[in-house]
């Protein structure tokens, strides 16, 4: 149905920056919010940013200032520009998207696989 999928995770050293992407294909009408969450080992995943259908952003306190979400609709694509890495944001980065497919009034949230970003001190 749909796909999401990620990229520009990596290993950097402590106040380096990354981007990443997320594009997401398939049976979409529309695509609400999209966001980007975290999850280290051992840990819950988290919420790091969410930007709306008309670009609205909101961050997490531990990386605002930081990290930029912004999107192109025209690609349903969300991007994530991380800058001032430091090693407490290494995790796992999974980007999400609430989507109304093309035959179905209902939102769902579908999710990527994940792309790992390792920041060394």
């Known amino acids: 149905q749909v796909q999401l999928v990620e990229s520009g995770g990596g290993l950097v050293q402590a106040g380096g920056s990354l981007r990443l992407s997320c594009a997401a294909s398939g049976s979409i009408f529309r695509i609400n919010a999209m966001d980007w969450y975290r999850q280290a080992p051992g840990q819950q995943r988290a919420l790091v940013a969410t930007?709306?259908?008309?670009?609205?952003?909101n961050y997490a306190d531990s990386i605002k200032g930081r990290f930029t979400i912004s999107r192109d609709n025209a690609k349903n694509t969300v991007y994530l520009q991380m800058n001032s890495l430091k090693p407490e944001d290494t995790a796992v980065y999974y980007c999400?998207?609430?989507?109304?497919?093309?035959?179905?009034?209902?939102?769902?949230?579908?999710w990527g696989q994940g792309t790992q970003v390792t920041v060394s001190s």
């Open positions: 999400a998207a609430k989507v109304v497919l093309l035959y179905y009034t209902r939102e769902a949230q579908y």
């Open positions: 930007i709306t259908l008309d670009g609205r952003t």
